[in-house]
């Protein structure tokens, strides 16, 4: 029996273990793979194949059974994950539904997921912005959440290195907010969106109107043809899987990478329930999983492990990864895991109408917009909330209503009328992490795995109501300089968690008193443990977060190796 279980141990064996296929733990697996280390990479979903399975990349509108829309029945099932952008009838089979994993909720929170292989590397919007110095010094200079243990120049290289290989599009403003990284050409603003441009750029000198910066391939370099991918179509489906590979996910490029190693395993169906934790060494011997499908458990051991099952999830893990060294999760000495998590607030719009350019219109599909970067309280604090918030800005050509019956109905419709441009902005800002806003797992309540389910108790403060407000004020005085009209604002009212953009819980930070991680993303009580996924994260900036994710796991891998090979 003994050989046996020795012999079962060394076939559940690799060099590393990734936990989850994101975004994150697809570059995990591509680095450690490239690298020659056999990797296991556990999806708690299905597997997703390239190409093989998006079963509704090609399909017209008339051959949705309801034309792309949601039902009431299942609006009514999925009252949380129907209210995000991209579940629609062409897409919600990527998405977890209400019932498939529920959680607590202590306020209102709308946890969106996506549990297959590629996780929410199918469903992201695929904006990329560099951080900047300002990002990483904010805690440092107003005094909240923990001092960053890197800064800019520490991420720069890791920055191009996967820009790169992802294939980022996008325009060198030279703007210090927002850094330049290696990118193919950029797409194009339209007319009413240049014109912005120029007027904001005539009376402001700290504001800036640019074309977004997107994981779209532009023009494919070699790098790109070789992981099999083309160029972007401007199809504006991406939520479906793109069968061109023409924007980033772990399923088009990184995964298909790593599994051409040959030293790959890809293990979807994964569900992991803790990390095995060994006193003696003071390292984690592997992981604990149960299969979905026939809920047997089994362990997997490896010299290195790497967190990537997406902020909330990885939170989940190392809180129930629990033992007689660490009672109330791994690496938790300081009582801090699962604490200060933030999140983007993504709560206003404001729209308006231009009556200029009346000789164009706006044809075609663009799976980008404008960005507006972060203006408030760079140099100095200079309002009476901390931190700041970017902006999305777009234009378009709208068409009058059609009008009238039968023939006059028809020509109304096949020949529309323009009307007035529409123009739009929406808020992104920065959240300031609190103790108050925090994960843990429930007492009481299990989910069909046996794994306690996750508690969830964040909200929005002052600081975000005032932040609002004064994006209000400023978007809305910047769109009547440039004489557009009908201005009117809106607070969506929506509960955090809508922006998918979840960070912290198990933050990085030079104190290990004050933080779960050191500056290589290792956690201070057990260094073989990396979590380089949103959890890490010490404050959210305002920038979109995923470029950051993918460079700070490049850098984390290359950290692992050279101290595995340093150990021997």
Known sequence: MGNLNLKGVKENTYDAIVIGSGISGGWAAKEFT?????????????????????????????????????TSDIIDANPVVSKCYAFREDAMHFFVKDNDHPYVQDKPFDWIRGYQVGGKSLLW?????RWSDYDFEGPAR??????????????????????????????????ATLPDGEFLPPMELNCVEQYFKEKVASRYNDRHIIIGRAAHITTPQQIHLD???????????????????????SNSSTIPWALKTGNMTLQPNSVVESIIYDEKSNKATGVRVIDTVNKKATEYFASVIFVN??????????????????????????GLLGKYVAFHNYRGRVNAEYDGFKDKNSEGRRPNSGYIPRFRNVLKQETGFLRGYAAGFGAWRSNQPANG???????????????????????????????????????????????PLMHIDMAYDNNDEDMLKDYFEQVSEMFADAGFTNIKTQDSKQAPGLDIHEMGGVRMGRDPKTSLLNEWNQLHQCKNVYVTDGACMTSTSTQNPS?????????????????MKKEG
């Open 34 to 70: 490239e690298k020659g280390y056999k990797t296991l990479v556990l999806e708690r979903g299905p597997d997703v194949k390239h190409l093989k399975d998006y079963p509704t990349t090609n399909m017209m509108p008339w051959e949705f059974e309801h034309r792309g829309q949601l």
């Open 125 to 129: 919007a695929r904006q990329t912005q």
């Open 142 to 175: 107003d005094g909240f959440a923990v001092d960053w243990p890197i800064r800019y120049k520490d991420i720069a290289p890791w920055y191009s290195y996967v820009e790169k290989f992802a294939g980022i599009s996008g325009n060198k403003d030279g703007i």
């Open 227 to 249: 992981q099999g991918r083309a160029q972007c179509q401007n199809r504006n489906l991406c939520q479906r899987g793109c069968p061109f590979g023409g924007y980033f996910s």
């Open 309 to 334: 099952a997406a902020a909330l999830n990885t939170n989940l893990i190392l809180l129930n990864s629990t033992s007689s060294r660490f009672p109330n999760g791994l690496g938790n000495d300081n």
């Open 405 to 451: 019956w039968g023939n006059e109905l028809k020509s109304a419709l096949l020949n529309p009328e323009p009307g007035p441009w529409q123009v739009n902005s929406h808020i992104m800002g920065e959240t300031i992490p609190k103790e108050a806003n925090r994960v843990s797992l429930d007492s009481s309540k299990k989910d069909e795995w046996g794994i």
């Open 547 to 563: 470029l950051t994710y993918m460079a700070l796991t490049a850098r984390a891998v290359d950290h692992a190796v050279r101290t």
